[in-house]
């Protein structure tokens, strides 16, 4: 069983930048595959970025690519996800979550935290 918690949300303003953070526990990091989303108020949970176990390689929706940055230290077993250049739009909880399936045509993660929030004022 994989504990996620996040944290390193705020508010900041629009052009600041934020870095998020993802604790994980309970078992093997680097075994995983992980990924951020993101919930705007009134709206789905979309995701935002993924990466791969051993971080060689990442993905991102075309929102946020050239902005945001994930990463991992499976030495520490923490996700990261570096935010630049934030935007109104960025406002929103962010998730982390692990371990990844394709089903059905789509990823499906197994393991999820809680959320961080993230408010970019103008």
């Known amino acids: 069983q994989v504990q996620l918690v996040e944290s390193g949300g705020g508010l900041v303003q629009a052009g600041g930048s934020l870095r998020l953070s993802c604790a994980a526990s309970?078992?093997?990091?680097?075994?995983?595959?992980m990924g951020w989303f993101r919930q705007a108020p009134e709206k789905e949970r979309v995701f935002v970025a993924s990466?791969?176990?051993?971080?060689?390689?990442?993905y991102y929706v075309d929102s946020v690519r050239g902005r945001f940055t994930i990463s991992r230290d499976n030495t520490e077993n923490t996700l990261y996800l570096q935010m630049n250049n934030l935007k109104l739009e960025d406002t929103a909880v962010y998730y982390c979550?692990?371990?990844?399936?394709?089903?059905?045509?789509?990823?499906?993660?197994?393991?999820w935290g809680q959320g961080t929030q993230v408010t970019v004022s103008s």
């Open positions: 990466i791969t176990r051993s971080g060689s390689n990442t």
């Open positions: 979550a692990a371990d990844p399936v394709l089903k059905d045509g789509t990823w499906q993660y197994g393991y």
């Open positions: 309970g078992g093997t990091f680097s075994s995983h595959a």
